[in-house]
């Protein structure tokens, strides 16, 4: 069974950064694409960014400048690096992983914005 292993989340103040990282159980390019996703509390779950294992990256626009998505192969880790953060930004993020029609997720990372 895949795993995702999440940390580095936080609370921060508005203006600062903070950077998630996840780590899988197997090759990250065993998986079509690897992202986050953030769910803050009675919304749904939405894709803040994702990078596929050929290496093309996309952002939803609310973040575009402020957050950069990486990968380290050799770790089997993606990392999010948050910049500028806001109190919008508040939200349970979780680590995916697409093989197919199969997603895969992390148990979640708390991220918690004050301004």
């Known amino acids: 069974q895949v795993q995702l292993v999440e940390s580095g989340g936080g609370l921060v103040q508005a203006g600062g950064s903070l950077r998630l990282s996840c780590t899988a159980s197997?090759?990250?390019?065993?998986?079509?694409?690897m992202g986050w996703y953030r769910q803050a509390p009675g919304k749904q779950r939405d894709l803040v960014a994702a990078i596929t294992s050929g290496g093309s990256i996309n952002y939803v626009d609310s973040v575009k400048d402020r957050f950069t998505i990486s990968r380290d192969n050799a770790k089997n880790t993606i990392n999010l690096q948050m910049n500028s953060l806001k109190p919008e930004d508040t939200a349970v993020y979780y680590c995916?992983?697409?093989?197919?029609?199969?997603?895969?997720w992390g148990q979640g990372t708390q991220v918690t914005v004050s301004s």
């Open positions: 995916s992983a697409e093989r197919g029609i199969v997603f895969y």
């Open positions: 197997e090759s990250i390019f065993s998986f079509n694409a």
